[in-house]
């Protein structure tokens, strides 16, 4: 079974702080996907890392892909509120690519 | 509209009674997905569609579940004999390719159903 668990389940800061967020796996997945989902509505995706060792950057938030791609962050510098969401990575199955598998997600509150 | 739209939005439903929740996709969009997410937890996998054909379904919770694409572009989940524990938002996704290992999925906004 692949399974992504996700730490911290939930996370409150002040805007303008730093904060990192961890999915972590035992298995490895050939492509891992963060999404951010506010309340009342779907996940909307961020990022798909691809290769192992990758950093993407987009504006504030920075994905990585572990070397062994079983694990991945996202680090956001400088929060917003406009960043409170329940962030989310995804990973499809080895074998079944049309089948993803989500974590529990990350809650982060970011406080004006 | 652009995005992808379901409907309704909220349900709520007798136990025993039978749903069906619908999926209209982004005009084109070559695969569809069907997620259930309870409250505070990641979506979890249904099923998902290539065109009209379903190429995986092993996430239904039982054969209360089925789901279908008929003509490749709306989709209907249907859930007969509701139970308590059907209760979460369940989820739609299309995607513009064909299913590849890094899919990007466009998400509706979800049916909420709740089961009394």
């Known amino acids: 079974t692949q399974l992504l668990e996700q730490s911290p389940q939930f996370l409150s800061i002040q805007e303008g702080e730093n904060l990192t967020v961890y999915c972590n796996s035992s298995?490895?997945?050939?492509?891992l996907q963060w999404y951010r989902q506010e309340p009342g509505e779907g996940p909307v995706l961020l990022v798909t890392?691809?290769?192992?060792?990758e950093v993407k950057k987009l504006k504030r938030l920075t994905f990585q892909f572990g070397d062994a791609r079983k694990d991945s962050s996202l680090h956001i510098t400088a929060a917003q509120p406009g960043d409170t969401g329940l962030y989310l990575c995804a990973g499809p199955f080895m074998d079944s690519w049309g089948k993803f598998q989500f974590g529990a997600g990350t809650q982060v509150v970011v406080t004006p | 509209g652009a995005g992808v739209s379901q409907s309704p939005r909220y349900k709520v439903a007798k136990r025993g009674q039978d749903v069906a929740l619908r999926c209209d996709p982004i005009?084109?969009?070559?695969?569809l997905f069907w997620y259930q997410q309870a409250l505070g937890q990641g979506p979890e996998f249904l099923t998902y569609?290539?065109?009209?054909?379903?190429?995986?379904k092993s996430g239904l919770p039982s054969d209360r579940f089925f789901a279908e694409r008929p003509e490749g572009s709306v989709s209907t989940l249907k859930i007969q004999r509701t139970q308590q524990e059907d209760s979460a938002v369940y989820l739609c996704?299309?995607?513009?390719?064909?299913?590849?290992?890094?899919?990007?999925?466009?998400f509706g906004p979800g049916t909420r159903l709740t089961v009394l």
């Open positions: 996704a299309s995607s513009p390719s064909f299913v590849s290992s890094y899919n990007e999925q466009f």
């Open positions: 569609f290539q065109n009209e054909a379903q190429l995986d």
């Open positions: 298995s490895v997945f050939s492509s």
């Open positions: 890392v691809v290769t192992g060792g």
């Open positions: 005009s084109g969009h070559v695969s």
